[in-house]
């Protein structure tokens, strides 16, 4: 397995989840239960669509030309870059719900990590480190690599959700990371575009 591709994943994927709806919702779901019940749901969740977004991006590197494919990658980075420098120019200042802990958790621990699996799980579809995760699957053809760096990334911006959550959402500007996040996508798509090109 390559650690470059490993660590270049996790943080792009750990970049691009941090301003997520995802954190957000796991950061709601641990104050009304045990975080590492909720934690515990939503990597279950995260690790399942880990597994669809690289089994996608490995099977269009087979199906694909090459040049084709690093067009259709550098085509994706940027459209990912575009809607990470959009959200950062709509973001407002949104204080998530509930930011003290309940003081009963809701439900039983089997019924808190179903909750958290069911929302993260629904709320993935289509999202922007769902379509990253494919796009890096495709691009290094290492789905060991890209699965193991990508669930790394998704389970530390949960952890930092369901721990602290709360106190990361006043102390980090989202739009200084979202603005990161389309940097680092659009260079990744200039990059890949040249490849494609050579």
């Known amino acids: ?100 802990r309940a003081a009963n958790p809701v439900g039983t621990p089997a019924r808190i990590v179903a909750t958290a699996f069911t929302v993260v799980f629904l709320a993935e579809w289509g999202d922007l480190t769902q379509i990253l995760t494919a796009n ?15 669930v790394l990334g998704l389970w530390a911006v949960c952890a930092l959700a369901v721990v602290g959550g709360s106190s990361l959402v006043r102390w980090v500007d989202v739009k200084i990371v979202r603005i990161v996040t389309a940097v680092v996508l659009g260079v990744l798509a200039v990059v890949t575009g040249w490849l494609a090109m050579a």
């Open 1 to 100: 397995m390559d650690a470059i591709i490993v660590i270049t994943t996790f943080a792009v994927i750990f970049l691009g989840e941090l301003p997520d709806k995802t954190m957000f919702a796991s950061l709601v779901l641990s104050t009304r239960g045990r975080p590492a019940l909720v934690w515990l749901g939503a990597a279950a969740a995260f690790a399942i669509h880990v597994v669809i977004a690289v089994s996608v991006g490995i099977t269009l590197f087979r199906v694909l030309p090459h040049r084709i494919l690093d067009a259709a990658v550098c085509l994706m980075f940027a459209a990912g870059a575009a809607l990470a420098a959009h959200e950062a120019l709509a973001e407002r200042r949104v204080k998530p719900a509930g930011s003290q």
């Open 136 to 150: 890096l699957a495709a691009r290094y053809h290492a789905p060991l690599a890209v699965s193991a760096g990508a």
